[in-house]
């Protein structure tokens, strides 16, 4: 495994310190008290409470429809001195109660939901949020003291019905020893941060970006890309950090130093895990008794009723795990189990917290109780999302909705106002169904108004959602806006109309979307004249607004109505995540999914017949509809609404147990894909295009441009840029081919019911084509390697990465998976691999996933079987390590001749995070390329090497933009 990236130059100590403030006894400062999770406190309570207070609050929904994901099922208070304090995914802020009274005493609103509990540490409260940021707020007052975003990038995405960061804050914060630990990121194969951070300053200690990318172990022994996937409260359990990994099993991390010590899916299948886990008491190691004996490592406990899951054919239950660990809490005189009850607090019991000489009580219908020692008349607290009052009384203020907006609004979706600062127009969309509306704001200071007004009028950020500006800081996801609505370019903080039609117009949903400008009659001829070739556009000035409507299908995409072919000519890799979530799921062998003007129609089984006497085939269930582009649920009239045709199955006619392409005649045991034919790209030589393929009883289709797979995890091979095995690392595919190209997505639908194996995420997705910059490995497979002509090197890489125009970079050592063996010699063999993802680049020129990664202390690279002839070569340069001139210079050779001197990186590049390239051209080679490397001070150092024959096509070398990731906000 590569070396983790250290912000840390001094060695970690021995010993542990003892924390300078430690919690007091009768405080409980973290999800279930402390690091390791234990719900247990020395807080004693009396025999007889009373309720003092109650919060009524609105339910919360959690992320996925899953119980083995829902660990944001229910508040989760934590309670510091004589304050409580909750996160909330209903209105996306953490609040401070006062303990005696239950009085509200300030809000801290972040710009996505706050999932996971807080941390109290000192005199700060921190906590994380979907918007991919930490923040570090005052315990008394809720001001920011400090905030950290996880990922230098402002990627959106919609994940769970929401516009959040493509790396949400959900492996949830823990304290320990004076260091904050916590885990962003959601997809493996989109990158997943582990931090160490210092609770006070917000400096990071350490973090660990490798491991979203790890070849291994799969359910049923297969073998794929995979990776932690952190979904869950990290625990700390002795030396090491645990992270939970969704519906999978929790790695194990050194949490002084990073490192990975153990990650791997179970490999038998129908084994459930899921996001609870728990640290035990550790047992001593021997019979000895002596002080100096070190304890063993707390053994993780696990909830069996979180670690189940109905299979198709009864349900299953995790390996380890005892019934009802997450459901109780011990005082120092006293277990208490959420099934008992406690009276005078009706409802089910979500959650209990013993502090501050009170028990407070959580129920699941949202409700939040304080419990003391004195009889009293209990003081009652409504949330204005609970209060239809307060709803009501802003209707004064709502606009007759203009007719224009009528046929864009009737099928709801996703609406976004960009600088709109008019309460009067939210008041009157927030009036329409199925709409949820996000606004960007750019003033500050309006921007509290109106997230103060809107709470108190009692709209959830589930249904109203605001966004600080300005509009160009962020990465909006294609396709998912059905209305669009922007007015003054400064209220967006943009500089004209015409950037702001730039920026939104593709966010546009095809089939009828609308992007409305405020705007005069003279800007709106401008405006029509500078954008009248914009692709499916249709231009109109309506009630004051110019209208860009994107009308009909994408250009070059493609409907499914079966035939196993979809010639979509949009999905080509790379692809990154454009929405996911879960409320649409399909039983495993169901029908294939069909997809027409951006609507997706399915028919799931009634396969929970199996253990009652019903076998397969099942029959059929009513079709489903949902929106291609958001993964919105729609009922039938909302899909009518949104497409011409809903092709649907005869419910009536007897089913096959598999769907399966004629060409595959094993329904069990397919044989390894072999589609026609292909160049090798090292060669130049025709062979049989063989790709890697592990388990999985769909062996695949070919639906001409990209043939797609269950292999271990879904998967894809796409045949245009020959770019080997392409993992979905997380959900599981069904067994019925289910990844289909089309309407411009490659479609994941949710095909994981009736299983229980521990894929991490049982989710459904759709991706989108990102450019070749944009980070993503893949399995080459075993090939020839005699007679090269071309090839790059991509050292300390966790994969392999082909190019549009046919160079295949090679992981270097090959750790991602089965690659061509090339004939090459590496001295010393001590070198050194580096890794950092790729986002971290802030510029320079060429591929950032070659820079991002290299080899330290190399002397001599040597590469043989090349064919003779005259070659463009091209090394990679960049500085991981140092940030002052001088540390690191060395000297290059290429075959004797002297082709780089004295290169000091950051001399050069002025940063750490820029990458170099020197290319060569007309280099005469006979048969091996030998590079030598001298150094006058540190030790030299190489990313990448690229060879490829003169007359053969190049890729261009990139000029990255540049960027200075300023990530803590203080």
Known sequence: MFPFRSHVLAPFLMLICVATQSASAADWPMWRHDPQRSAQTEQALPENLFVQWVHKLPALEPAFKNERLQFDAGYEPIVKGQRLFYGSSQTDSVTALDVKTGKELWRFTTSGPVRMAPVAWQDLVIFGSDDGCVYAVSAETGALRWKYQAVPSQRLILGNRRLISVWPVRGGPVIEDDTLYFAAGVWPFEGVFIYALDPETGVVKWVNDRLGFIYGQHPHAAEAFGGITPQGYLVIAGEELIVP????????????????????????GRTPGGWFAAAGKAARRGETKLPQTKPAQPELQFDRDVNSARHENGQNYGPDGKRGIRQQIQTANKKWTYKTGLPGVPGIIHSLVAAADRLFVVTEDGSIYCLGPEETTPVTYESPLLTEKTKSAGQTSIAPLPAMFADTLQAGGYAFLAGVPDARLLNTLLTQPNLQIISLINDPGQLKQLQQLFHERGHSSSKLAFLPGPLDQYTFPAYFAQTIITAEPVFSGMKSYAEQVRQLYPSLRPYGGRLLVKCSETDHHKLAAEFKSLSQVKISRVDGYSVFEKVGAIPGSSNYTGGWSSPDELVKAPVGVLWYDDSVGNFKRAPQPLFVDGVMISHSKYWQGYPAGIRPPYKLLNPQFSDVYTGRKLNATQAEQLTTELPTLNQEQKQPSQYRPPYQTNDWSPPPPVIGERTNPLNGKTEPRAFP???????????????TMRSGTAAFYDKRVESGTIHISGPRSGCTNSIVPANGLLNVPYYFQGCTCSYPLPVGLSLISLPQTHEQWMVW?????????????????????????GTLWLDTPSVGGPSPGLNLDIQPASVKPFYEHSLWIEGGQGWPWVGASGITGVEQIRVNDLQPGEYTVRLYFREPEFKAPGKRVFSVQLNGQPVIRDLDLIQETGSRQRILVRELTGVALDKSLQLDFTSQSGQPLICGLELVKQ????????????????????
């Open 693 to 707: 393929k592990s388990y999985g009883c769909d062996g695949g289709v070919d639906y001409s441009y990209v043939y």
């Open 781 to 805: 497979g075993k090939g020839q390697t005699q007679d090269i002509r071309r090839v790059g090197l991509n050292f300390g890489a966790p994969g392999d990465r082909m190019t549009d125009r």
């Open 245 to 268: 990994c969704g519906t999978a099993f929790p790695a194990r991390i050194n949490k002084r130093t990073g490192e990975l010590i153990k990650f791997e899916l179970p490999k038998p």
């Open 951 to 970: 007359g053969l096509p190049l890729d261009e070398v990139v000029t990255l933009p540049e960027q200075k990731p300023n990530l803590l906000t203080k």
